[in-house]
Structures are given as C-alpha cells and as structure tokens.
C-alpha cells in the first residue's frame, strides 16, 4: 500500500470548494490502494521561516530551528511517497499554505546541481516522496486564472527532483453547487476527479482526458463576467 499526504491549503478548510474537490480525489486514491493523510495548513501552528541563516542548510542540515507543528509534520512527509498539495487561488497562495512550502526546506540535501541551465537540488535520503500533485480550485472562469500556482508546485517538484505528477484544476468552482447541493453538473465532474486519484495512485500520474473533463467550463465567459459584475 502506498502512503500519500494530502494538504488542504483553504482557509475554508473543509467548508470550501477546495475540500470538495480534494475529498474526492483522495476517495479515487484509496480506491486504488493508497493510504491517505489529510492535514490543513491553516490549522496547523506553521510559523513562516524566518531564519535567514538557512540553519537547516549550513549549519544543522535536515533540521528546522522553529519549534511549531511542522516538527510533527516532517516525520509524516519523509515516510510518505505521493504529496498532494491542495489550494484555492489567491494571490497567488493563501498564507498558511505558503509559509507551509518554505518550511519544507529542511527535507532538502544541501548540495546544488545545475540542471538544464537551472540551479536544483533534491531530497534528503531519508524522504521518500517521489511526486508531487497538485489540486486547486478558483472563481474565475479560465485555466489560465492556474498558471502561477502550478509553476509553484512544479517548481517544488523539479527543485526537489521528483516527478510533477499534474494537476486537477476546476474552475469557477462554485458553480458545481447549487443552492448548496452539488448539481448534475458537478457530480460528473468530481466523478472524474475521483478518477484522476486512482490514476495517480494507480500510475503515478493522471491522463490528459480526465484532467480536461475536470476543467471543462460550465457556463460561458461571457454570462460569468455578467454574473460576477451585476454584484457590483
């Protein structure tokens, strides 16, 4: 059985479209066998780094000198194989969840390579993460809306050198509920990324059609800017 760790990164916790959108895709993990982990940035004492000597780096490397929940947090990701981060956008991450992803520092070697013209490094012997995924939800209507919280998990991914396994990415959200109930619409979508889970667990990676069918629009443009601005 394959061990994962999921991080919900929404201040909304399990409120919001990020926890639905993560519960599902954590059921399709455990369809396929995986052990599942979830953890909530922003309701873990995760303080920002702010050791500017990289302490964990220079002078005791592998240890972090902030003394919060992240010292039980390391134990947990150096024995887990598939990390899944999970956020909604802001701008660009909400602050729990980025104060999270610098604190995962000490889980580095300290030795530099230069690969393909980029300056890397990789994990620690002793963390056995091998990919790292991504989940997010946003309220606006196009992928591209994405593209910043994607280059920071790939950037994670490929500075840690382990594999960027992909991203289930749902935008406009909120329009798979209706009146608080999920719509037709929304069961087919977290139908697939219930899909995508198992893929991961399954392959280590999620196909180009079921992310698709994920991302698909619900509404046009058009009618959601109209939505969004009769508000105003």
């Known amino acids: 059985m394959t061990k994962a760790v999921a991080i919900n990164g929404s201040p909304r916790t ?13 059921q399709g993990m455990e369809d396929a066998g995986s052990e599942v982990e979830l953890y909530y940035a922003s309701q873990l004492d995760v303080k920002p780094c702010t050791c500017g000597t990289m302490y964990c780096w220079y002078r005791q490397p592998g240890v972090c000198c902030i003394r919060d ?58 963390v056995q993460i ?13 992928k591209a809306n994405f593209h910043t919280v994607v280059r920071i998990v ?18 406009h959200a909120f329009l798979m509920k209706e009146q608080g109930e999920v719509t037709a619409d929304g069961a087919s979508i977290l139908a697939a990324v219930r899909r995508a889970g198992s893929e991961l667990a399954r392959d280590g990676s999620m196909s180009r059609e079921t992310l698709e069918a994920i991302s698909r629009p619900l509404i046009a443009e058009e009618e959601l800017v109209r939505r969004y601005n009769q508000v105003l």
Request: proline share 7%.
């Open 14 to 26: 399990e409120r919001g479209n990020t926890a639905l959108v993560l519960t599902a895709f954590i």
């Open 69 to 126: 929940e992240m010292q039980l947090l390391y134990p947990v990701l150096r024995e887990t194989e598939t990390l899944v981060l999970a956020t909604p956008v802001y701008i660009p991450l909400p602050g729990a969840m980025q104060d999270l992803i610098n604190r995962l520092c000490p889980l580095l070697n300290p030795f530099l390579e230069t690969r393909e013209g980029r300056t890397r490094a990789r994990f620690r012997d002793d």
């Open 130 to 142: 091998q990919r790292v995924a991504l989940v997010s939800t946003g309220a606006w209507w196009e």
């Open 154 to 171: 790939q950037e994670l991914a490929d500075n840690a050198s382990v594999a960027f396994a992909g991203a289930v990415l749902r935008p």
